[in-house]
């Protein structure tokens, strides 16, 4: 099995700060690496997703940067909002095949 | 609404007895996948399935049986329900080849063994 390493476990950051999570893959052949976020009492819904092609993409205030040599990708989040409180999940495979999912991350923005 | 729903919401079950999660979705999905959620452990691939008749076992297939007689419904079986089975379940599904987006999860069933 296939594994992605995230980190940190959770995560304190004040309103307005940069939030940064981590993951860590193994596969080279993988070529789709989605991040999820997930509210209590609710399932995950997809946030952004990366292909290994490029080296960054950026919706709003979420950027995924890309590492390829390294394999390592991250999730940077301008100007945290508390409404950014929520579970992180990063995952990699294949676009149309199974995901693997990372441990997650509790992100708290403090207001 | 268009996605995945899933029932019940909510289960407490007793060591040994039996219970099917239902999972349907209504975006003609083929691909479907069932998901447990527990603490510190992310979500973890139980089955899968890419089309009606078809299905393959994922990271943690023991204890639970899956069919998938329509594109639409992609039910899990607890036989015997352990303790161990203590988790949040979480059906998802995701277009086909060609087509964007990613996986698209339901609400998740919490369920509790005793």
């Known amino acids: 099995q296939q594994q992605v390493k995230q980190s940190p476990q959770s995560l304190i950051v004040q309103k307005g700060g940069i939030s940064i999570i981590n993951c860590a893959y193994e596969?080279?052949?993988?070529?789709?690496f989605p991040w999820y976020q997930q509210f209590p009492g609710k399932g995950p819904a997809l946030l952004i997703a990366i292909r290994p092609d490029v080296s960054e993409k950026k919706e709003g205030r979420f950027t995924i940067s890309f590492n390829k040599s390294a394999k390592q990708f991250s999730l940077h989040i301008m100007d945290s909002q508390p409404g950014d409180s929520a579970t992180y999940f990063c995952a990699s495979g294949w676009r149309y095949s199974t995901l693997t999912f990372g441990k997650g991350t509790m992100l708290l923005v403090s207001p | 609404n268009a996605g995945v729903t899933q029932t019940p919401k909510f289960q407490v079950l007793k060591t040994g007895q039996s219970m099917t999660l239902q999972c349907a979705q209504d975006?003609?999905?083929?691909?479907m996948s069932w998901y447990r959620q527990d603490p510190g452990m992310g979500l973890r691939l139980i089955h899968y399935s890419v089309g009606a008749g078809i299905t393959d076992q994922g990271e943690v297939p023991n204890g639970y049986n899956v069919s998938r007689s329509t594109t639409e419904d992609f039910p899990l079986r607890l036989l015997s329900a352990a303790p161990s089975q203590t988790s949040v379940y979480f059906c998802?599904?995701?277009?086909?080849?060609?087509?964007?987006?990613?996986?698209?999860f339901g609400s998740g069933t919490r369920l509790t063994v005793v």
């Open positions: 975006m003609n999905h083929e691909y």
């Open positions: 596969n080279t052949a993988f070529d789709y």
């Open positions: 998802a599904s995701r277009p086909p080849p060609g087509q964007g987006g990613g996986y698209t």
